[in-house]
């Protein structure tokens, strides 16, 4: 046998044996490829405060009677930290707080949010200090109570020392696992080995990188682990090991928690109702407002009028949302204008507004021998067309201001011709972005006149697929992201009958962006 087919051999094997649980005693019923559920680790109502001071309390916890300041300045009890930690949390992402934020000041100015289960905290502190069941704990193992910025074979980071900073870290940290998990290095489906149950865990490819596969595979305690949920994954990212660390995970939540659901894989209903997450793109408004709104670089961004959303969207691109999951989003700037509008600021300048660009006019008499009525002007500030960048000028010899289609009478080739400049147009644009649009048939050795540009594209929030492959994407920042199951595109409230069919060359147009989960 090769080389290579030794390799491709073994990797089989590996996947095929990662499937299985470890069997070792205690640990019969541990499934190392599926610790934990994902609606059990984000279930933030498994215990109220009182609930949480009663176990301690139960368990003879000196955390119980445990007083110290919490993640912010503020004194708390124990309970109320691990309480306020899954439930009373704060999102300040994209705002300006003092150099000493208080509570108080994070409570005015940021969402509120919660993170995790709080059993999953007291879980934690036993996991990483013993804290629940040691009665007289040192003040390192409190100040290092969650082990978060403590690297293996490191120093903890002083910065996140304290028993309120450990824990409320801690919680925002797993959440982070679980809601942007493509940042991290542990996956759902990806296989993961090492040399024993108590050793590190890499990627496969990682360790034929490295020169580790050999050695490790043919260990006699070899261990590999195919990671089923993103709960498992966000375990691992933590603690990038089986034993002791992730096998105590179950242990204890089995032994503290017995009817949290953690022992069972498949739970029949939910635990927790997950707030939708929009793409970049995304048309969103509720079901009984008429507020429209666009989602854009994690912003969303209302349309003022009608014409301003019409010019750009359709409206069956539109995706009905709850208030909730559109008052999550930080308000951005207002989309005003429709696209071509006709401005003038007060200094007189003029401007037509096309896409992110403002082009300005020569001068008034420039835009009326063009043809443009001075009556149409909108009045515009200029904040309010700060976020426009200034474009090519208009002057009395610019050809197709606003835009045409042209047809090469002899090759039927359809451009669009703006700017001095003609973009080639795939006809499954003349159906869609340009349905509106009137062709008209120019020769070869007018359209020659014009620079060739790149080929125009569907905008941002349009479905696509090809006829010959059923994977559907959605067109975010200019890239195409494909959903990674026909589930995630229901939930999200999309429709495949506005899916757009085209052809792979017009898709490869697009570079692959992010799976959208």
């Known amino acids: 046998m090769t080389k290579n087919n030794y390799l491709i051999l073994t990797i089989i094997t590996i996947l095929s044996l990662s499937l299985l649980p470890l069997k070792t005693g205690a640990a019969a019923e541990f499934n190392p490829n599926r610790i934990i559920e994902d609606s059990v680790l984000l279930n933030t109502k498994s215990m109220t405060l009182q609930e949480i001071q009663n176990f301690l309390a139960s368990r003879n916890s000196f955390l119980a009677n445990y007083t110290t300041e919490a993640a912010y300045g503020e004194t708390k009890g124990a309970a109320q930290i691990i309480y306020d930690a899954a439930n009373n949390n704060y999102d300040c992402d994209g705002v300006t707080l003092s150099d000493k934020p208080t509570e108080a000041e994070r409570k005015l100015k940021c969402k509120n949010i919660t993170t995790i289960n709080p059993q999953f905290l007291i879980m934690l502190l036993q996991k990483e200090q013993s804290l629940i069941q040691n009665p007289s704990p040192t003040q390192k193992a409190l100040d290092e109570a969650m082990g978060y910025g403590c690297p293996t074979g490191g120093y903890c980071n002083p910065y996140w020392k304290g028993f309120g900073k450990q824990v409320n870290s801690a919680a925002l940290q797993f959440l982070a696992y679980m809601e942007n998990h493509s940042r991290y290095n542990f996956k759902v489906g990806g296989t993961y080995i090492a040399k024993d149950k108590f050793s590190m865990l890499k990627p496969v490819a990682t360790a034929i990188n490295d020169g580790t596969y ?181 002057t009395a010899t610019s050809t197709y201001i606003t835009g045409a289609l042209l047809e090469d009478s002899k090759s039927g080739e359809i451009f669009y011709v703006e700017n001095g400049i003609k973009y080639p147009v795939d006809k499954v644009l003349i159906g869609t972005k340009y349905l509106d649009k009137t062709i008209t048939k120019k020769t070869t050795k007018e359209l020659a006149g014009f620079t060739l540009g790149d080929p125009i594209l569907l905008d941002n929030g349009s479905l696509v697929m090809t006829s010959n492959y059923p994977q559907i994407y959605l067109i975010s920042d200019g890239k195409k992201r494909p959903f990674a199951t026909n589930a995630v595109f229901k939930s999200l409230g999309y429709d495949e009958k506005n899916v757009i069919i085209t052809s792979s060359q017009f898709l490869y147009n697009y570079p692959m962006g992010e799976a959208i989960n």
């Open 214 to 394: 050999n050695s490790i595979v043919t260990s006699s305690t070899f261990t590999s682990v195919t990671i089923e949920n993103q709960a498992t994954a966000a375990l691992y990212t933590y603690t990038p090991h089986v034993y002791n660390g992730n096998y105590n995970v179950h242990r204890l939540m089995n032994l503290y928690f017995p009817d949290s659901g953690s022992q069972i894989t498949t739970p029949t209903t939910p635990i927790i109702t997950f707030r939708r997450s929009f793409p970049n793109g995304s048309i969103l408004k509720t079901a009984n407002k008429p507020e429209v709104w666009l989602i854009e670089s994690g912003k969303k961004r209302h349309f003022a009028n009608w014409a301003s959303f019409i010019s750009r969207f359709r409206p069956e691109q539109i995706v009905i949302a709850s208030d909730e999951e559109i008052n999550y989003y930080p308000q951005g700037a207002q989309i005003k204008f429709a696209n071509y509008a006709l401005v003038q600021t007060p200094n007189e300048k003029i401007y037509l507004l096309v896409g992110q660009e403002k082009r300005p006019f020569d001068s008034l008499t420039v835009y009326k021998n063009i043809g443009f009525n001075p009556e149409e002007l909108e009045r515009a500030t200029e904040e309010e067309l700060a976020g426009f960048k200034i474009g090519k000028a208009i």
